[in-house]
């Protein structure tokens, strides 16, 4: 996370608070507990709801840190960027 600048690789969304507390959380790209690989290149810096969506397979990651958006859902973002 702090490679990311606390900013989620997915929005961009940054939320800091003075108790040294963000909004992102430090995701496994590969499942940490199919692979056991905790090296920081198999992490990445999403913010709570992109986390949840990567874990859901909203989204996925290759190996070049390209993201690629599943089809496979609806959505509606009244207020924010939509994920497709």
């Known amino acids: 996370m702090h490679s990311c600048n606390y900013?989620?690789?997915?929005?961009g969304m940054k939320v800091t608070m003075s108790i040294k507390q963000n909004i992102v959380d430090g995701a496994h790209i590969?499942?940490?507990?199919?692979?056991s690989d905790n090296r920081i290149?198999?992490?990445?810096?999403?913010?709570?709801?992109?986390?949840?969506?990567f874990d859901k397979g909203l989204f996925t990651i290759y190996d070049n840190y390209k993201i690629i958006v599943s089809n496979n859902f609806q959505e509606e973002s009244p207020n924010s960027k939509p994920m497709k």
């Open 41 to 53: 290149d198999n992490g990445i810096s999403l913010c709570k709801n992109h986390h949840w969506a």
């Open 7 to 11: 900013k989620c690789a997915f929005c």
């Open 30 to 35: 590969k499942p940490f507990a199919k692979f």
